[in-house]
């Protein structure tokens, strides 16, 4: 795309909304747009209104954590699940659902249980007071297997109602019945977003090498502590309402840094809007490959990005 950093950014929110009024329009059943304003379909656009800005957080959310993760690991093939975060986020959630805890009380569970798996991946890696890279992803790779399989532990042992359709629910799902829950995940991505934009320069450095980082004056342990930080907290908000969502923070950052370079103070916003209109699209299409099921959005994500991670993978091998 021979434009403007700008122009790809307007070019991007343009396909964004195209993705969310196609959202709106499909489904399990096909109504005009202007047929859901009417009164007796009015349940029915609330509930893909409120499933597409969920879907946008969500995309927002994951993928801003893909970008900063991959920054500071100087790793293309970071995101959330790497590091053991996401697991985190669903053991807390599973254990809080075992304990009654439910509503805008999830998510902080969830985050705790995000924010503890990162202190432990923290600490395992940790060596002489630095983080070294390879550790780091080592530790976070043994931390995801455990905690996914304590998961699993859990939901197998307690037979608890409410972890019924948890394995469903940890496949991926846009469903929200609560606003005060949206409203409170969607702070969290907002606030969490903005602080890692302003790391821009930090995280363009950091992405370049420790050492030049260094240089620049810029404190990488710390950096890197609360980059960790507001990734747990994203990922723990998201994944106690919508499940692990895998791809996301993967492959859009990848593509998006493909399209408008790397520096993050564009790569930022426009892994916002691309993994906002790629969510929204994938659920669209969990909605009305099959209708009336559902399938679950991880399921799609994971069937959509994979091949699409392998094309980009290809093409960037040729252009080294």
């Not at 950014?9 to 109504?31: A, C, D, N, P, T």
């Not at 469903?168 to 409170?184: A, D, E, H, K, T």
């Not at 692990?244 to 950052?253: D, E, N, S, T, Y």
Request: charged letters at 10%; a positive charge.
């Amino acid at each position: 795309m021979n434009l403007s950093p700008g122009r790809k950014i307007l070019f991007l929110g343009i396909v964004l909304i195209i993705v969310i009024l196609i959202g709106i329009g499909q489904g399990s059943v096909y109504i005009p747009i202007f047929k859901l304003f009417s009164q007796e379909n009015h349940q029915i656009l609330y509930v893909r209104v409120t499933r597409i800005m969920l879907g946008i957080l969500a995309g927002t959310g994951l993928g801003v954590c893909g970008v900063t993760l991959q920054a500071i690991l100087r790793n293309p093939l970071a995101d959330p699940y790497l590091l053991g975060t996401s697991s985190g986020a669903g053991l807390g959630a599973v254990v809080g659902i075992i304990l009654g805890i439910s509503g805008a009380y999830l998510p902080l569970v969830a985050f705790i249980g995000a924010l503890l798996s990162t202190i432990l991946v923290y600490n395992l890696a940790r060596q002489d007071g630095k983080i070294p890279i390879q550790s780091l992803i080592l530790s976070g790779v043994i931390v995801a297997i455990a905690f996914s399989g304590l998961i699993i532990f859990l939901v197998s042992v307690f037979s608890n109602e409410a972890l019924h359709g948890v394995m469903w629910w940890l496949l991926g799902n846009l469903q929200i019945y609560r606003l005060r829950v949206l409203l409170v995940v969607g702070i969290v991505v907002i606030l969490g977003t903005i602080c890692i934009f302003i790391l821009s320069q930090d995280l363009n450095a950091m992405s370049i090498g420790e050492e030049n980082a260094l240089h620049l004056g810029i404190e990488v342990e710390s950096v890197k502590r609360v980059s960790l930080f507001i990734t747990s907290l994203i990922t723990g908000a998201l994944v106690s309402v919508t499940g692990m969502i895998g791809f996301v923070g993967l492959i859009i950052p990848h593509m998006m840094r493909l399209i408008v370079g790397p520096n993050h103070k564009i790569l930022i916003p426009a892994t916002c809007l691309g993994a906002s209109a790629f969510l929204v699209l994938c659920d669209t299409l969990s909605r009305s490959i099959f209708p009336p099921i559902d399938i679950p959005i991880g399921v799609i994500t994971s069937l959509v990005g994979a091949p699409i991670f392998i094309i980009l993978l290809k093409r960037s091998q040729e252009i080294k």
